[in-house]
């Protein structure tokens, strides 16, 4: 089996490819192509952690792979990551293990190509200025995601906590300067905002992180946090004033996002207000956005055919150009 570090998958694999990896996977999902089962997810109260278990199988590629994924927010304190992951790819020909990859920063990467995907197919394509609200551990991706597939002249980048907003915005002046974007550390979630075609939420908050009624027309939302019920990262005036609502899966945004399951069982909005699967979007079976007006809304809690199709991706280059390290029990 081949095993992949970060500097391995770097090597071998840019957002670009995530990107078109990530559509790939939605698009095999909306269209029945998958397995994959709701995610198990076991609570462990007594560290505030929570470790989740994403299987799934995807025929066309003869792939299987589970990720394994931990959301313990404590973990910056004793100077770990907050959500450190493991995936494991497995051949569907014979049911071997054939890699195991850096799952915390598949994660990162996938997780970006997701809202860059969304974005890529939603937003506006003259989309200038963004907003990246969270400056933690998924954020670098997720800039990076955006300014893969829209040329943005400003970003504006706001976190609750300032100094991390300041070292985040730091990075991003000389890690991604080749994209010639001007990154601005702001001091409010309005600041942020005001003026944003292209908004990316991506936060461990449970309380809304900016106020929908201060979205400006014509805008591209997309909401990548809340991903438990009680998790709300998008106030309800959004999610009603959106003209068009995408998820990455139906059935999973429905039973674990809090921004879409808290306005649904207050009576605020009702699933007819869901429009489907960015997968549909890419395959062309339902319109995106139709008109420079419309604001449109994507949220992802993510999905394992993301890091399957990913997965599988960068096990087939690095396999190609020798890169990772092999492994056997033998
Ligand atoms: N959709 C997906 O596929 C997917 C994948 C991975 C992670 N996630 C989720 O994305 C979220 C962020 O992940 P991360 O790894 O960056 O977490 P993290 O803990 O590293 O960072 C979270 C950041 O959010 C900031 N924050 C919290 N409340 C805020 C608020 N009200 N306003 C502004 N900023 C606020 C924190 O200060 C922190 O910097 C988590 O909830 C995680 O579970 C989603």
Known sequence: MLLLTKKDIRQVFSMKDAVEAVKQAFRIYSEGGSVIPLRVNINVPKHEGSTLFMPGYIEKLDSIGVKLISV?????????????????????????VCSILDGTYLTQLRTGAAAGAATDVLARPDAEIGALIGTGGQAFAQLEALLTVRKLKEVRIFDIN????????????????????????????????????????????????FDGRLVKKGAHINGVGSFMPHMQELDEF???????????????VLA??????????????????????????????????????????????????????????????????????????E
């Open 72 to 96: 313990f927010p404590r973990n910056p304190e004793k100077g770990k990551p907050s959500v450190p992951a493991t995936m494991v790819l497995i051949d569907g020909n014979t049911g071997e």
């Open 162 to 209: 300032y100094a991390s907003t300041e070292s985040f915005v730091a990075r991003v002046d000389k890690e991604l300067a080749c994209y010639g974007t001007e990154f601005k550390a702001v001091k409010s979630s309005e600041e942020a905002i005001a003026d944003a075609d292209v908004i990316t939420a991506v936060t461990t908050a449970t309380q809304p992180v």
């Open 238 to 252: 959004i999610i009603q004033r959106a003209d068009k609502i995408f998820f990455d899966s139906q059935d999973a």
């Open 256 to 329: 674990e996002a809090g921004d879409i399951i808290i306005p649904l069982n207050k009576g605020s909005i009702t699933k007819d207000k869901f429009n489907g699967e960015i997968g549909q979007v890419i395959a062309e079976t339902l319109n995106g956005r139709e008109s420079a007006e419309e604001i449109t809304l994507f949220k992802t809690v993510g999905i394992a055919a993301q890091d399957i199709v990913t997965g599988y991706q960068i096990y087939q280059k690095a396999t190609e150009q020798k890169v990772g390290q092999e492994f056997s029990f």
